[in-house]
């Protein structure tokens, strides 16, 4: 099994709308290195849902993988905001994943509150710079802000 973060605008796609409509493809990915992230996931791979781009960044919940890639149809849609005229059928350059709500965390864990664990200094999410929507979580990662999550 492999662990994930989803990195979505709330404004855009939050967890509740994942809980109401789960489970949901996690579509729009334009951007090669996450592309080949959700090309390597598993089903039942595990998830964190980050919060970005807010008052308060935060992972807010678990999703669980629960159909592994394909293509994502969306670039192929010239009406929808995800519209990449390099896609096809024939040539399907983006991909999504289907995932499941697996949990809403009663109190989210914030970036801060991420940032003061030392034992995170290596995450991707809080490397400088990074602005991928789909990152790798360690193992290790996965089990300390589950404990952070349950804590609270």
Not at 8 to 19: A, N, R, T, V
Request: aromatic share 12%.
């Amino acid at each position: 099994m492999a662990y994930w973060l989803f990195k979505s605008e709330p404004h855009s796609f939050s967890i509740e709308d994942l809980m109401r409509r789960s489970p949901e493809p996690w579509d729009g990915v334009r951007n090669f290195q996450a592309r080949n992230f959700l090309r390597a996931m598993k089903r039942s791979d595990l998830g964190f849902f980050y919060h970005s781009s807010c008052a308060t960044p935060a992972i807010v919940g678990e999703v669980e993988v629960v159909r592994e890639h394909y293509p994502d149809v969306t670039a192929w849609d010239p009406e929808n905001h995800h519209y990449d005229r390099r896609a096809s059928a024939a040539n399907p350059i983006w991909s999504v994943v289907d995932v499941a709500f697996r949990a809403r965390y009663r109190e989210p864990v914030t970036l801060a509150a991420l940032k003061a664990c030392p034992e995170l200094a290596g995450m991707r999410l809080l490397a400088r710079g990074n602005r991928l929507s789909v990152l790798p979580v360690t193992e290790t990662e996965w089990r300390i802000i589950r404990a952070l999550a349950h804590a609270s």
